[in-house]
């Protein structure tokens, strides 16, 4: 049964949500590189290679995003200012996405990735082994596919033998963050508690908004156990006339959620960004789960809240960059 409303807000007080809300100037983005948590020995450390990995992918989609004019094409696209950033992550090997994507329980890795923004274009891919930038192929997806009549996802063999046939960049080189792989066998289906998911949102000089989504996943999962990261309205969104969502955390959850639809209805309804946002993960803590979320809309109001121990983030308008990993006192 669906919890009351007491129920959740009393679930919530225990949750113990961190994190920001504030106001940027369009054009603007954010960035995450998951939620998770880091024991006491990493945590300074860890967060030092985090905050840098963050702060070059705010800058690979800034340099799309700030171009000035806003011009037709590439340059000032927020779709393509979401898809560098998240490149820039997936490229880095310091997360669970790309090249630094965490194996599943037989020691393969498998990847899922999503882009949506307002003008149309979405697509996902889902259990992909081929290429070097899963987004990158998502992005494809959005070019060839699209409502009403799809694709929209593409998953496994059929996604792969479609970055191939577009020339995709192959994974060359996994750089396995969390468990090595022969750590793998030994693990139980989704009991990798580290994340590391990463996602970007933006909007650009024109008010488009874009969001991008890109995992290998839990680490330790079952071969074709798929999360929210491809699935529209759980673990990525973007909506004109509401907001851009990219979202992190325990994936079943946040589909059976509808957590980025959630956030969607709420602002329709006429609540403030950040009630949705605590309003969504209230729904994820009823059900067991945790994570967080980099969410903006096209007036530059954002947030990037979370209620797991931490959660890499960052973002960046024209008065410069800013990344944190660790809430409060922790570097920024
Ligand atoms: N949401 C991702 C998944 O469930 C994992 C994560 O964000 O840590 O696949």
């Known amino acids: 049964m669906a919890p009351g409303r007491d129920e959740l807000y009393r679930h919530l007080a225990m949750a113990r949500v961190q994190g920001e809300t504030g106001e940027l100037v369009p054009p603007a983005l954010l960035v995450h590189g998951g939620a998770g948590a880091f ?45 560098a950033a998240v490149m820039s992550l997936e490229d880095s090997g310091r997360f669970n996405a790309g090249r630094g994507a965490a194996p599943t329980l037989d020691g393969k890795v498998e990847l899922d990735a999503s882009v949506m923004d307002t003008t149309g274009r979405l697509g996902a891919v889902a259990a992909v082994r081929y290429p ?11 070019e060839r596919g699209g409502l009403p009549d799809g694709p929209i996802l593409l998953a496994g063999k059929g996604a792969d033998a479609f970055a191939r046939a577009n020339g995709l960049e192959r994974m060359k080189r996994w750089r396995l963050t969390g468990i090595k792989s022969a750590d793998a066998s030994r693990q139980q289906p989704g009991a990798g508690s580290r994340h590391g998911t990463v996602g970007a949102v933006a909007v650009d000089r024109k008010g488009r908004l874009a969001a991008a989504t890109s995992t290998g996943g839990r680490s330790g ?46 602002l329709r309804e006429g609540h403030d ?48 960059p800013v990344a944190r990993v660790l809430d409060g006192g922790g570097p920024s």
Not at 56 to 82: N, R
Not at 279 to 288: C, E, F
């Open 221 to 266: 999962q079952m071969p074709g156990r798929v999360g929210d990261t491809p699935v529209f309205g759980a673990g990525v969104w973007a909506d004109r006339s509401t907001v851009a969502v990219s979202a992190t955390g325990t994936g079943e959850v946040f589909v059976v959620v509808g957590f980025a639809h959630r956030i969607d209805w709420l």
């Open 132 to 142: 070097a930038n899963p987004v990158r192929l998502a992005r494809l997806v959005a």
């Open 39 to 83: 024991s006491a020995i990493e945590r300074a450390e860890q967060a030092v290679d985090l905050t840098d990995a963050l702060a070059e992918a705010l800058e690979a989609g800034w340099q799309l995003l700030g171009q000035a004019g806003g011009a037709p094409g590439p340059a000032g696209d927020a779709l393509d200012a979401v898809v």
């Open 273 to 320: 960004l950040g009630v949705a946002m605590d309003d969504a993960l209230a729904h994820v803590v009823a059900r067991g789960g945790e994570g967080g979320a980099v969410v903006l809309r096209a007036d530059g109001s954002f947030a990037a809240r979370f209620n797991s121990r931490a959660m890499a983030r960052g973002w960046r308008d024209r008065s410069g």
